[in-house]
C-alpha cells in the first residue's frame, strides 16, 4: 500500500474551528468550583516604602475572603536564579518576589493581593484598599541613569558576557579610511497580546494544579515548586489555548504563586488575571535603550573594526540586557571588535525577551550604520556585504556549520527586483508614493547542548504517533 507524502500537502489547521467559533479554552477560562478570584494592588508609586496599609474598609466590602499583604502573606521558600529559560530548569523572570518586605522598587509592584468569592467584588474592594508610601527618588529613564551606567561581569542571567573584544579597536579606527560614528534610540517596549497572563490555582492536600497561561508549563512548575518549597511532584501545570506570548509568558513572573499562596490561604481555588493595566508593570518589557556604533572602514568598503556599546536600565536586582550584540559581533568579518554593555540600576522590573528577540536590535543599528558607510562610498548596498562576507566566525574562527547568506542576497535582489534600484534619495514614484528600496541582514543564534530541547515520541502499531513536547502553543498553533 502507497500513501501520499505529507510533507507539502495542505492540512487544516486542528485548532481552526475552534478560535473561529470561539470554542477554544483559554487557561482563563478554566472555572473550577468553589473558586475565588484574586486581584492585585499595584504600588503607585516608583521607588519608597510602605508605611501603612489600611484594608478596614475593604475587608467589610462583600465577599472578601482574604487581603494578603508583606505583613502576612507567607515568605517564599527560595527565589532561584536568573536564567534564559534553560530547559529542565526554573525560570523567573527576576530575583524578586514581591510581597516580601515593605520596600517599592518600581511602579506596579504587586503590595496587596485581594480575594473575594466574585471577581467583581474583588476588584471593589481592591479599590478599597488604602496604601500610603514614603517615597524616594526614583530613576526611570536612559537620561537620568547615564552618569551611572557600569559594565556587568555578564548579562542574560550570566550566559553572555558585559564586554567582548577581538583585536585592536582603537587601532584598527585610526587606521580606517572611513569611520562612520552613530547613535539610536529606542523607546521601551510592553508586551500586551490580545489574552493577559491569567492562572488558576487549585490544592488537593499537598498537590498543587496550575491552569497557567504559559509558554513552558514545565517552566512554571519547577518555578513555582522552587518558589514554594515543594517537590517539582507535588505541582501539576496545564496549559490551555494561550491568546498570544511573544516573550511575556516565556518567563515565570510572580502570579502563578501568588495565586497559588492565596489559593492556600483560602483553603479554595483561586483565579488570579492581570488587567491590561497589569501587563504593563508585571511580566517584563523590552528596555528603553541606546546603542552607538563606530565602523572603520577602508576607501573598498570593507570593515577594519567596530565598536558597538548598548546603554539600558535594568532593576535594582538583576543584571539584565536583551544581547544585542551577539549576531551584530558575527555577521561580517572585522580583525578589531569591541562590545559593550553599559547598564544603570533604574526603578523597573527585570526586562524580558521581547519579539522580535534582542538580536534583531542590534541588527537594526548595524544594518543602518551598513548603509550609511554604503551611501558614503557609494557602494551597492548588496555588494557591500558581500565585500564583507565571512566564511567563519569572526570571534572564534570557526567555519560556519552551514549558511545561505549569499544565496539569500542573490535570491532576494532577483525576487525584489534590486537591478531596478536608483540610489538616489526620493528617486521612484508611483504617482503620489514614493517607493523606497532596501535591504538588511538579520540573524539567530542556534543554542548548542547547554539549552537541550527534549520531546517524547511514540509510533502505535495502528499507525497513529502521539508526541509530547512541554511546549504549549504561544499563539501561532495548537501542538495536538
Not at 493595566?277 to 572602514?297: C, D, K, N, P, W
Not at 539569500?408 to 536608483?422: D, K, L, M, P, V
Not at 499507525?463 to 495536538?480: K, L, N
Request: glycine share 10%; net charge negative.
Amino acid at each position: 500500500m502507497t500513501t501520499a507524502p505529507a510533507v507539502g500537502r495542505p492540512v487544516d489547521r486542528v485548532d481552526g474551528r475552534h478560535k473561529v467559533t470561539g470554542g477554544a479554552h483559554y487557561s482563563a477560562d478554566v472555572l473550577p468550583a468553589d473558586r475565588a478570584h484574586a486581584v492585585l494592588v499595584g504600588a503607585r508609586v516608583p521607588s519608597g516604602r510602605v508605611t501603612g496599609i489600611d484594608t478596614d474598609e475593604a475587608r467589610q466590602a462583600g465577599g472578601v475572603l482574604a487581603i494578603l499583604t508583606h505583613e502576612n502573606l507567607p515568605g517564599i521558600a527560595t527565589q532561584p536564579p536568573l536564567l534564559p529559560s534553560l530547559a529542565g530548569m526554573p525560570a523567573p523572570g527576576q530575583t524578586f518576589f514581591p510581597l516580601q518586605d515593605e520596600v517599592v522598587h518600581y511602579s506596579g509592584q504587586p503590595v496587596a493581593v485581594v480575594v473575594a468569592d466574585t471577581l467583581e467584588r474583588a476588584q471593589h474592594a481592591a479599590a478599597l484598599v488604602r496604601v500610603t508610601y514614603q517615597e524616594t527618588p526614583s530613576v526611570t529613564t536612559v537620561a537620568q541613569g547615564r552618569d551611572d551606567a557600569y559594565v556587568p561581569d555578564a548579562i542574560f542571567g550570566g550566559f553572555v558576557p558585559g564586554r567582548s573584544v577581538r583585536g585592536d579597536v582603537e587601532a584598527g579606527l585610526a587606521a580606517a579610511d572611513v569611520r562612520i560614528d552613530a547613535t539610536y534610540s529606542y523607546a521601551a517596549n510592553n508586551h500586551n497580546p490580545i489574552e493577559p497572563a491569567a492562572t488558576t490555582a487549585a490544592w488537593d492536600g499537598d498537590q498543587l494544579t496550575l491552569y497557567d497561561a504559559t509558554q513552558g508549563v514545565a517552566a512554571t512548575q519547577l518555578t513555582v515548586a522552587a518558589l514554594l518549597g515543594l517537590s517539582p511532584s507535588k505541582v501539576r501545570v496545564l496549559s490551555h489555548f494561550v491568546g498570544g506570548s511573544f516573550g511575556c509568558k516565556a518567563m515565570i513572573w510572580a502570579h502563578p504563586a501568588l495565586a497559588a499562596l492565596a489559593a492556600r490561604h483560602v483553603g479554595r481555588p483561586v483565579k488570579l488575571s492581570l488587567t491590561r493595566e497589569q501587563m504593563f508593570t508585571s511580566v517584563g518589557h523590552r528596555e528603553e535603550q541606546e546603542q552607538r556604533i563606530e565602523l572603520g572602514a577602508d576607501k573598498e568598503g570593507r570593515l577594519v573594526a567596530l565598536r558597538h556599546h548598548k546603554l539600558s536600565p535594568t532593576s535594582p536586582f538583576d543584571d539584565w540586557a536583551e544581547p544585542s550584540l551577539g549576531v551584530a559581533s558575527q555577521l561580517y568579518a572585522c580583525a578589531h571588535y569591541e562590545g559593550v554593555y553599559r547598564l544603570f540600576r533604574a526603578n523597573t522590573m527585570t526586562p524580558t525577551f521581547m519579539r522580535a528577540p534582542g538580536e534583531a536590535s542590534g541588527m537594526f543599528a548595524l544594518e543602518c550604520t551598513m548603509d550609511d558607510l554604503a551611501h558614503q562610498l557609494g557602494i551597492d548596498p548588496v555588494e557591500l556585504r558581500l565585500r564583507n562576507y565571512s566564511d567563519t566566525d569572526p570571534t572564534t574562527g570557526n567555519p560556519w556549520s552551514s549558511t545561505g547568506l549569499k544565496e539569500c542576497y542573490a535570491r532576494g535582489a532577483e525576487r525584489f527586483g534590486w537591478h531596478r534600484r536608483r540610489p538616489e534619495p526620493r528617486a521612484h514614484r508611483d504617482g503620489d508614493w514614493l517607493i523606497g528600496y532596501g535591504m538588511a541582514a538579520a540573524g539567530y543564534p542556534v543554542y548548542g547542548p547547554n539549552n537541550p530541547q527534549r520531546a517524547r515520541a511514540r509510533l502505535y502499531a495502528d499507525g497513529t504517533a502521539v508526541v509530547q513536547a512541554a511546549t504549549p502553543d504561544f499563539g501561532t498553533g495548537w501542538p495536538r
